[in-house]
């Protein structure tokens, strides 16, 4: 697993809409769409049609790629023009909504009913027919984290409870993250592949609470119970990450360089250079 998809959570567009009005957006590129979340609401009564709530940012190259490759293709702009209302939310401008709506990555989309209830969300990017099928999906009942709940009740699968954890981890509900994610592990081998994930998210989730000795303690233990996998070198550039987070300068610092001697190969090189020479600055003017 790259450092890329471990911050899938902060993942953020590089497009910016030059179109401002809050009204449907005909003339677009793209699939005709909202920018205005209640006036897409009174659309989707009026017409019946669930809504889909797509949040954006202006760094984020996988939010950009969700419009190139889902809302500028044939299949999606038929799709919302005909099926479904689209809105398109900058999440750094509507902060207030972004936080309503419990959106902690980008990209995000919610599908609501008519009505403006929250059916489930697709958190990240998934090419044109995937994106679809799901949002069709959705809207029938599949897929859904009630859905999967209610196979949950007779099913003993640790993948579909890892699917579990997931919905929840982005819905901001932590603490019933954890849970399913601690079932994933106690019901299987603690050290196999899908506990390395698991793993990793619970010392990332503690990261994201600032417990910060909680995480570089739990991360310490992927590195022991992963040793020449890649859960442990993920493992140690996020303690470095963390220590940085923390405020623990030096220490940082010394966590990049080992990484930089111990994973000369790791694809997260350039990354933990950058972190050095940012931190040796800092370093400098302190």
């Known amino acids: 697993m790259k450092l890329v998809k471990m911050t899938m959570v902060v993942m953020f567009a590089l497009m910016l809409l030059t179109a401002c009005s809050t009204k449907q957006e005909a003339d677009s590129p793209m699939a005709p769409h909202f920018t205005n979340y209640e006036e897409a609401k009174v659309e989707a009564a009026r017409t019946n049609k669930p809504m889909l709530v797509s949040y954006w940012g202006d760094w984020c190259s996988w939010c950009k790629k969700l419009d190139t490759v889902v809302f500028m293709d044939p299949k999606g702009i ?47 990017f998934m090419e044109v027919d995937d994106f679809l099928k799901t949002v069709t999906d959705y809207q029938n009942g599949i897929g859904t984290l009630t859905d999967l709940l209610n196979r949950a009740g007779t099913e003993t699968d640790r993948s579909l409870y890892m699917e579990i954890a997931e919905k929840y981890k982005y819905r901001d509900g932590s603490d019933d993250a954890g849970t399913w994610y601690q079932k994933v592990i106690d019901e299987g081998d603690h050290t196999d592949s899908l506990s390395g994930e698991c793993r990793m998210s619970l010392a990332d989730m503690k990261r994201r609470a600032e417990e910060y000795d909680a995480a570089i303690e739990d991360f310490n233990g992927v590195i022991k119970d992963y040793e020449g996998q890649m859960f442990a070198q993920d493992a140690h550039i996020w303690i470095a990450i963390v220590h940085r987070q923390k405020g623990d300068t030096t220490v940082a610092i010394e966590a990049f360089e080992n990484y930089i001697k111990q994973f000369p190969e790791s694809e997260d090189i350039e990354y933990a250079q950058g972190q050095i020479d940012k931190l040796k600055g800092i370093e400098a003017t302190e």
């Not at 902060?95 to 958190?123: C, Y």
């Open 78 to 124: 038929e799709f919302f023009t005909n099926q479904a209302i689209l809105v398109k939310i900058n999440a750094g401008v509507d902060t207030l909504l972004r936080k309503k709506q419990q959106v902690s990555a980008l990209p995000t989309s919610i599908l609501f009913d008519k009505d403006g209830v929250e059916i489930d969300r697709i958190v990240g």
